[in-house]
């Protein structure tokens, strides 16, 4: 399955699994919270729990960290199809950030990927994984280098990635009569001690 396919047939699943580790991270913090106030005659530490959710059918291009491009519509599949999603869950030592939009533009497919190109080099060097390099087997795929792996797009569409492998820019664009539809997706997965998302 192709790359923004793929994330938009998870979608579902990651709102399940989002709902039901928030619900064990309330758990953790509520059960955190006791064991704190069983221990009140002993020195203070903080302790504090950060941890949140965010579940949303709605995305900016602030969340996006990327421009809308002049003119362009959100692209729906179905009428009740939403063309965007914002999903965010983060704790104290780790957090994920999966922002997607999808739209759609009258202007032809070459011209909507070179004002993606550009705005996606704000993050560093742009990967067309429309026509990816051979991979050589000494890359180290443990350094925080994008890359482009597996992701390819739909038949005769293009793909662009930018940024880390914890922070990634895409942008996805095909031709559709009478011009084209894309895909914005910012994707964040950190861990650490780290401010929440």
Request: proline content about 6%; some cysteine.
């Amino acid at each position: 399955m192709n790359y923004p396919n793929r994330v938009f047939a998870t979608t579902k699943s990651l709102l399940l699994f989002s709902t039901i580790f928030a619900a064990m991270l309330l758990i953790f913090a509520a059960s955190n919270a006791r064991s704190l106030h069983a221990q009140d005659d002993q020195p203070k530490k903080s302790a504090d729990v950060n941890a949140g959710i965010k579940i949303s059918s709605e995305a900016t291009a602030k969340d996006l960290g990327l421009p809308l491009y002049p003119g362009a519509k959100p692209q729906k599949d179905t009428k009740d199809d939403s063309s965007a999603a914002n999903l965010g869950l983060w704790g104290n030592s780790f957090g994920f950030k999966l922002v997607v939009l999808k739209l759609e533009t009258a202007d032809a497919p070459d011209k909507v990927a070179a004002f993606y190109r550009k705005a996606l080099a704000k993050y560093g060097p742009v990967l067309d994984c429309s026509n990816p390099p051979a991979s050589k087997p000494q890359d180290n795929n443990k350094s925080g280098k994008l890359t482009c792996d597996e992701d390819k797009p739909d038949a005769g569409g293009q793909l662009f990635k930018s940024g880390s492998k914890e922070k990634q820019h895409i942008v996805a664009v095909k031709g559709s009569a009478p011009g084209t539809t894309f895909q914005l997706l910012y994707l964040e997965a950190r861990a650490g001690d780290h401010e929440a998302m």
